[in-house]
């Protein structure tokens, strides 16, 4: 019988929807009915509202309290709300707190501490010892007897730590001149060398990376290990002293109970 009903329809007139007159083609697509009615409830909706405000505005207590009066001040006509407190919890650390317990978070931190040992071993953190400029200073007698700072040329310096003038700046692996003569370096292509650069920024990279999320394991960890213990039945109640942050547990103060 369904079937029937659709072959009969298909014969049917197709109603097309009329169009924007020529002359008032400039305002746009025509309004149709479902169109006039969203319009129409929307005005009648924010019509509502301001009643109801309205309504409530007159019959409002002018002696009555309420906390919004202290959390938000008027600025030339405009509302501000109270600066909200910083969250004590990190995004990673509100994570681990609401998914895992105190023993993946012990094993995870673990983990990263071995991997930053392994990273730390193999890089040696020499880099960041030629970081900072030396400041070679020679002192010497004068004829009256007076220790003085010589005022060297680079070539000097060189010459008296008998080395060579582009190694002063180094703070390790810092041959000699003589030493220099014997080692045979293997000639590397700039290719090669940039390729071994970009292989040792990444791994500072993450160690740097490593060292981070091992800061906030070990803080969540110490949360978790203090939310633990709060929740033990005592009889006197541990005062706060320091709130939580991102980067550090809360600081409580447990009071002496002597024990039976």
Known sequence: ????????????????????????????????????????????????????????????????FYHHMINSKLDEGVHHEKEQEP?????????????????????????????????????????????VT?????????????????????????????THPSLLERKTNRPRIQDLDKMKLPE???????????LKKQAYQELTKRIEREKELAVAQQKLQL????KQPRLLKPKKVRKGTKDAPPVYCFRYERKK
């Open 227 to 230: 939310k633990r213990v709060l």
């Open 1 to 64: 019988m369904s079937s029937w009903k659709k072959a009969s329809k298909s014969n049917q007139k197709v109603h097309r929807e009329r169009h924007q007159p020529e002359a008032r083609k400039h305002l746009g697509l025509l309004e149709k009915k479902k169109d006039y009615k969203k319009r129409a409830n929307n005005e009648h909706y924010k019509e509502r509202t301001l009643k109801l405000l309205h309504k409530r505005a007159l019959n409002k207590n002018p002696d009555e």
């Open 134 to 162: 030396n400041a070679h200073t020679f002192f010497e007698e004068n004829k009256e007897g007076e220790v003085v700072a010589l005022d060297l040329s680079k070539m000097e310096l060189a010459q008296r730590l008998e």
């Open 87 to 131: 969250d004590e919890h990190s995004k990673v650390q509100k994570a681990l707190m609401e998914t895992q317990d105190t023993q993946y978070v012990t094993m995870k931190r673990t983990m990263e501490t071995k991997k930053i040992q392994r990273l730390q071993s193999q890089l040696h953190m020499i880099d960041f010892a030629n970081t």
């Open 188 to 198: 590397l292509t700039p290719q090669e060398i940039r390729k071994a650069n970009a």
